[in-house]
């Protein structure tokens, strides 16, 4: 069965250090995509990345970036010199398979609470 | 263009009391899906929806609950008879095809006394 593990619950660093949210997932599929959500304590979910199984790639987006490793079904995020504002819960999430291909009905990890203290 | 559309965006509901949740999708949007978020938790699957048709419905609890999404208006989420344990946020997300990547409304907070 599919599932997301983040196996962090809570993090707290400090301004401007660079801290790692893991995931890591599980999954029969051949064709799926791993996302990242961020909910900051306003509650709505803002969308972070979207990677595609077939693309190994790392990627990087201003202070973020992913490392996508599928030989240990993981897909880590970064964030460099963190700031406040990036204090929220961080959700990996993981598609599930449909009519063979993937579709955005998706399985969520737990959440990793991050807190950015000045 | 205007985002996935979820209103309200509170809702206090008394016991027993039904509510009706509501997402108007992107424009030119076909594809609905529900999400729930428990205090504390992450989001879970409910139901995926294409006009006027149930695609998947294996997250749905199979009492009290239901969701439907017309040819016209909104998709609505039914919650009949409500318990304590229904308060959640709701959460729904509209693409304009199966793969296609998902976009998502600003969530229903339902609470119920």
């Known amino acids: 069965a599919q599932k997301v593990t983040q196996a962090q619950t809570e993090i707290s660093v400090v301004e401007k250090e660079d801290v790692t949210l893991d995931c890591v997932y599980e999954?029969?599929?051949?064709?799926?995509?791993l996302f990242w959500y961020k909910q900051p304590p306003s509650g709505e979910l803002v969308f972070l990345i979207r990677r595609n199984s077939f693309d190994e790639q790392n990627e990087i987006s201003g202070r973020y970036s992913w490392n996508f490793q599928k030989s240990t079904s993981s897909f880590n995020f970064t964030i460099t010199a963190s700031q406040v504002v990036d204090s929220a819960v961080y959700f990996c999430a993981l598609s599930e398979a449909l009519r063979g291909g993937a579709t955005n009905k998706l399985i969520f990890g737990t959440g990793t609470l991050l807190a950015v203290q000045p | 263009n205007a985002g996935v559309m979820q209103n309200p965006r509170h809702l206090v509901r008394r016991r027993g009391q039904e509510a009706r949740l509501r997402c108007s999708p992107m424009k030119g949007h076909s594809h609905v899906y529900w999400y729930r978020q428990l205090p504390e938790e992450g989001l879970k699957f409910m139901v995926y929806l294409q006009k006027e048709n149930i695609i998947d419905e294996s997250g749905m609890p199979k009492e009290r609950f239901s969701a439907e999404f017309p040819k016209e208006g909104p998709s609505i989420l039914r919650i009949q008879q409500v318990v304590r344990g229904d308060s959640a946020a709701y959460f729904c997300?509209?693409?304009?095809?199966?793969?296609?990547?998902?976009?998502f409304g600003q969530g229903t907070r339902l609470t119920v006394v």
């Open positions: 997300a509209s693409s304009t095809s199966e793969g296609g990547r998902a976009f």
């Open positions: 999954t029969r599929d051949t064709t799926y995509y």
